[in-house]
């Protein structure tokens, strides 16, 4: 089966790794597909894994992602199309139903916002500071901050960048407090 372009660019590129569905997933050609073409009867094209035994794979003739879950053997549409899936294209931010991001205090999230946040990991160091880099609804979707039906949004930290669930039922951010809005989106040129 023929290697699609987008797979040949990021392996000439070397950018071998991706995000789906809140796992890292390693681009590679894989040799030994007999086992899932007796499954499906069809000929594939397997061209990722997540090192647990699961695959990312094109059948023959379709431009349809799919994924191989092994502990049942159940095979899964992706969502994405295969250039945005593994990095090759820019996705544009998703339309949906989800609400929008808000902050408990009822402002909306928007990028760049400058914002205090506190995570479990890190608890004795309380609040730290902040900038949000990704709000799902603005920015292009990134399957790192929307997968498994949930979403977040994203914040760079001093040490740390992390990912704080936008809540699905009120679109409240919880533990991030709203500090002050990016300069530039209040019509001057910076914070």
Request: aromatic letters at 14%.
């Amino acid at each position: 089966m023929k290697i699609p372009i987008e797979i040949k660019k990021q392996l000439t590129s070397k950018k071998l790794f991706f995000d789906y569905n809140g796992n890292e997933w390693k681009l590679e050609i894989e040799k030994d597909n007999a086992f899932l073409e007796n499954i499906i009867e069809k000929n594939v094209l397997i061209f990722a894994n997540d090192g647990f035994g699961n695959y990312l794979f094109l059948k023959e003739n379709s431009k349809q992602v799919y994924e191989f879950f092994h502990e049942t053997s159940e095979i899964f549409e992706v969502e994405d199309s295969l250039g945005v899936l593994i990095g090759a294209k820019k996705s544009k931010p998703s339309k949906d139903n989800y609400p929008k991001a808000i902050y408990e205090t009822g402002e909306e999230v928007l990028l760049d916002d400058k914002v205090k946040f506190k995570v479990w990991i890190e608890f004795w160091k309380g609040w730290q500071n902040g900038k949000v880099i990704y709000v799902p609804g603005i920015s292009n979707k990134k399957n790192e901050y929307e997968n498994s039906g949930l979403k977040e949004i994203g914040i760079k930290g001093k040490d740390m960048k992390v990912g704080v669930l936008v809540y699905p039922e009120t679109g409240i951010v919880k533990n991030v407090k709203f500090i002050e809005r990016c300069r530039s989106r209040l019509g001057k040129d910076t914070f």
